[in-house]
């Protein structure tokens, strides 16, 4: 009976991480439509079709575009650097 209680227990949070991470999808305003427009310019226009016309997209996209956009400012950093 334990154990049974403990798989629900570990369904359950593995049910919320993927549904806040992979399916829940926040408007464009959660993450501050002046930023989100911001990014859009630098990505590509699937991107920019996808989410605009979706309204929205899921904290794990907006963390992936973060990270892609990090890294082409550090590589432009050290290109002006060196």
Same mark, same amino acid.
Do not use: C, H
């Given at each position: 009976m334990?154990?049974?209680?403990a %798989?629900?227990?570990v369904?359950?949070?593995?049910? $919320? $991480?993927? @549904? =806040?991470?992979y399916l829940?999808?926040?408007? %464009?305003? $959660?993450?501050?439509?002046?930023?989100?427009? /911001?990014i859009? &310019? @630098?990505e590509?226009?699937?991107w920019?079709?996808?989410?605009?016309?979706?309204?929205?997209?899921?904290?794990r996209d907006w963390i /992936?575009?973060? &990270?892609?956009?990090? &890294?082409?400012? =550090?590589a432009?950093? /050290?290109?002006?650097? %060196?």
């Amino acid at each position: 009976m334990e154990i049974l209680i403990a %798989l629900i227990i570990v369904a359950v949070a593995v049910a $919320y $991480y993927v @549904w =806040d991470s992979y399916l829940r999808i926040f408007p %464009l305003s $959660y993450f501050g439509i002046e930023n989100v427009q /911001r990014i859009a &310019k @630098w990505e590509s226009p699937e991107w920019r079709e996808r989410v605009f016309s979706r309204g929205g997209m899921t904290s794990r996209d907006w963390i /992936r575009v973060n &990270k892609r956009q990090l &890294k082409a400012i =550090d590589a432009e950093l /050290r290109r002006r650097n %060196l």
